[in-house]
C-alpha cells in the first residue's frame, strides 16, 4: 500500500463518497460541525490566512432567506437537508494575520494592504478551506452536497451585508437520503492531467 491511510479511509474520504442531492431527515449536531471544524482549521494556506467564514443555517426563517437566491435545480435540496452551511471568503482577514502569523505580523500591511489583493488571496485560501470543510463532513460520516448554483450578491446582501465577504459555495449537510447520488461522473486520468520536467 502506498497510501498511509487505510482503504476504509480512502473509501470513506474519496472513492465511495459522493455529492448528496437527497438527505434523511436525521439532525446534524453543533457537536459535529464543532468537530469537523476542529479537524479542518489545520489545512494549510498561504501566510496561514483564514479567510474562510460560515454560515450555519438551521431555522426556518433563515432556510427559507436562503432558498430564495439559489438556483431553481437547486431550491427543493437546499430546502430538505438538515443543515445548510453558506462558505464565504472574508475579504478583511488580514485584521487577524498578526495573531495568527505572530513571527511576521508586518505581513498585514507589506502584503495585503490592497483590496483587490486581499479579495483575489481571501478567494483562493477559503476555497482551499472550503474543500478541506467538505473533506471533514466526510470524515464525520456525513454527505456533503457543495453548490455553486446562486445568486451570490444576493447571498452576501442576505447573510453579511456589509460588504466585506464573498459567497463562494454553499454546501448541503446530512445523511444520505433515498436515491442522493446521480451516477458517478468520469474522471482524467493520471497521464493526462500529471506531467514532470
Known amino acids: 500500500m502506498t497510501l498511509a491511510l487505510d482503504a476504509a479511509a480512502q473509501d470513506l474520504l474519496f472513492r465511495e463518497a459522493r455529492t448528496a442531492n437527497t438527505f434523511s431527515d436525521e439532525p446534524v449536531s453543533d457537536e459535529q460541525v464543532q468537530a469537523i471544524y476542529d479537524l479542518v482549521k489545520f ?17 426556518e426563517e433563515g432556510r427559507a432567506r436562503l432558498v430564495q437566491h439559489m ?21 478583511e482577514f488580514h485584521e ?6 505572530p513571527h511576521f505580523p508586518q505581513a498585514k500591511d507589506l502584503f495585503f494592504s490592497e483590496r483587490p489583493v486581499r479579495e483575489s488571496s481571501a478567494a483562493l485560501n477559503a476555497a482551499l478551506q472550503a474543500a478541506y ?20 450578491e444576493g ?3 442576505e447573510f453579511f451585508g456589509d460588504g466585506e465577504h464573498s459567497v463562494l459555495t454553499v454546501v448541503n449537510i446530512g445523511k444520505p437520503g433515498e436515491e442522493a447520488w446521480f451516477p458517478r461522473g468520469p474522471r482524467l486520468e493520471y497521464d493526462q492531467v500529471v506531467t514532470t520536467v
Open 96 to 101: 487577524e494575520l498578526p495573531s495568527q502569523l
Open 133 to 152: 470543510f467538505i473533506i471533514g463532513v466526510r470524515a464525520a460520516g456525513l454527505a456533503a452536497g457543495p453548490m455553486t448554483g446562486f445568486d451570490a
Open 155 to 157: 447571498l452576501n446582501k
Open 71 to 91: 438556483a431553481d435545480g437547486n431550491k427543493a435540496k437546499t430546502s430538505t437537508a438538515p443543515l445548510v452551511a453558506i462558505l464565504a471568503a472574508d475579504n
Open 43 to 59: 489545512g494549510p494556506t498561504a501566510f496561514n490566512q483564514q479567510p474562510l467564514r460560515i454560515v450555519l443555517v438551521r431555522s
